[in-house]
Nanobody
Framework: QIQLVESGGGSVQAGGSLRLSCAAS????????MAWFRQAPGKEREGVAA?????????ADSVKGRFTISKANSKLEHTLYLQMNSLKPEDTAMYYCAADNSLYDCASGSVNDFGYWGQGTQVTVSS
């Protein structure tokens, strides 16, 4: 069973930065795809960024050039990161970490491509 725990959310002003972390259990070591999603009140959950086991990444158009997804895999650490720069009020949402053995791309994939989810961490950007 893969367990995912997000952290790093908070409140920042527009233009600021945050770094989200997702600590994954050891079972996530061999998982093919990991991603960050977000969900704002009244909106559907959307993919923000994804990375596969070969390091290939994809991003939503709305965050390209501002967000960077990365991961650290070792015997001691399995962590997914999302560095968010130049934050905008429209980035305000609950951010979720997801993992699965799927072929996912932010442009064409869906939430149904992932079976493992964290509990989320709130990001609030004020103008």
């Amino acid at each position: 069973q893969i367990q995912l725990v997000e952290s790093g959310g908070g409140s920042v002003q527009a233009g600021g930065s945050l770094r989200l972390s997702c600590a994954a259990s050891a079972y996530a070591e061999g998982v093919y795809m990991m991603a960050w999603f977000r969900q704002a009140p009244g909106k559907e959950r959307e993919g923000v960024a994804a990375v596969d086991s070969d390091g290939r990444t994809s991003y939503a158009d709305s965050v390209k050039g501002r967000f960077t997804i990365s991961k650290a895999n070792s015997k001691l650490e399995h962590t997914l990161y999302l560095q968010m720069n130049s934050l905008k009020p429209e980035d305000t949402a609950m951010y979720y970490c997801a993992a699965d053995n799927s072929l996912y791309d932010c442009a064409s994939g869906s939430v149904n491509d992932f079976g493992y989810w964290g509990q989320g961490t709130q990001v609030t950007v004020s103008s």
